[in-house]
């Protein structure tokens, strides 16, 4: 194993928590990661919503916590092809289009129910300062409409940057940071299209740790890349064909990212714990 590659859980590496929904099989893992395979990282969890499902009672966590929601058609990709029911404390939020949502720590949240599910669904739960997924039962407190505006949609930074992509590699899906909501995460998805030769330059990042997120869209085999990426990682180039979260400390150099063999659509997201991206260009 290359030095760096201890860095990159690959679907199947790591154990999936378990998840309270009815029925169990609603829910399709794709890849998960967390201490225990990588320690000093932070929890993160991707998998499919296959089919309509429930959930009981009120949770909280320890950490803040970011849910995604995302189409899984990439040319409606606005569209979940289902209905989300979402309780966050005395707020309940209800939608049916690609979305963040998030939740601080201590807030009672879960997701009630999911309906009408026409097409899966991409899900991922991101801990922005733990280990490990830990949740504990809660009770709503506070006043209805603290929570109302903690879901955002669309690639819309504050600023209006839209970074240069060639023409048909990618659509760019959400953008969240804590400009955008005042204590979330950054945290941005796109689709890749296409292979590509080119990616952003090699950087660090002195004000955050990172996820970066390369997940194939085929939820019939969640695990695979269905491709082959490659992510230049302190000065080493790794190649990964499955489902995979990287996570990079501060500091450590990384990208570009490139795309050599593509045969379907492939979701890429990346985030950390801080609520403001900013990077500086390896000397």
Known sequence: MAQYEKYFAKGGSCPIPKFECTPADAIRPAVCIDGSLI????????????????????????????????????KDHENLNATIEFR?????????????????????????????VKKPLLHYIMHVDDEFYKSFPAEA???????????????????GFIPEAPAGFLTFLL?????????APYTEAVWFHTTNDTGPENHVHDNLDEFVAFIGGNPDKPEELNG????????????TDKSTLVFIPRKLSH?????HELETDVLHFSGGNGGDYSKDPVQ
């Open 255 to 259: 990208s570009p990212i490139l795309v």
């Open 88 to 116: 966050l404390e005395n707020d309940t939020l209800v939608f049916s289009d690609t979305c963040f949502v998030f939740v601080p720590k201590g807030c009672a949240h879960n997701i009630v129910s999911v309906k009408d």
């Open 175 to 183: 953008w969240i940071d804590g400009v955008k909501l005042a204590g």
């Open 39 to 74: 320690p000093g990282s932070f929890f993160g969890c991707v998998h499919w919503i296959a089919k309509d499902l429930t959930t009981d009672g009120l949770i909280a966590h320890d950490s803040d916590e970011l849910h995604m929601f995302i189409g899984g058609d990439p």
């Open 228 to 239: 082959d990426i490659s992510l230049l990682i302190g000065g080493e180039t790794i190649h």
């Open 141 to 159: 407190k506070a006043e209805a409409g603290k929570y109302a505006g903690h879901r955002i949609v669309k690639y819309a930074p504050v600023s």
